[in-house]
């Protein structure tokens, strides 16, 4: 259960990230190599990038939810094995395409932001072959 508490402290870091990047939004979005892509999919409205950031802040905090749901330190939330089966596998496919693209055009920040999918993926394992009880 330790693995699904650190996963979910990571989650909450992550969470807290993206509210900091809040301040310096276009700067983030430069180091990262998608402000181009960021600004041509919200066709000019730049409060949807802020929109953006908060939702995925909130996904993150979920997620980190979901975790201290299935170790049993909040209230059962509905769905939580069906919720950390689709984080592993959504994490597991972030981490396998940032490694191929690293290969291509190696940089750190892509490699780290690889490597974390990864270990979110294997902190909530367990919580994929663990049966819940209802409490």
């Not at 508490?5 to 990262?32: P, Q, S, T, W």
């Not at 979110?120 to 663990?130: E, Q």
Request: aromatic share 12%; proline share 2%.
């Amino acid at each position: 259960m330790r693995r699904l508490r650190l996963g979910a402290l990571l989650h909450f870091i992550i969470a807290i990230g993206h509210v900091g990047c809040l301040f310096a939004l276009d700067e983030a979005f430069e180091a990262y190599g998608i402000r181009e892509i960021m600004n041509q999919m919200v066709s000019g409205h730049v409060w949807m990038l802020y929109t953006l950031t908060i939702g995925l802040a909130l996904a993150f905090t979920i997620a980190g939810l979901y975790a201290l749901s299935a170790t049993g330190d909040i209230r059962r939330l509905p769905l939580t094995r069906m919720a950390i089966i689709t984080i592993v596998v959504l994490y597991s496919l972030r981490a396998l395409a940032g490694g191929i693209s690293c290969i291509y055009d190696f940089r750190w920040l892509q490699f780290i932001s690889s490597l974390i999918p990864a270990i979110i993926a294997w902190c909530y394992w367990p919580g994929v072959t663990r049966t819940f009880k209802q409490i």
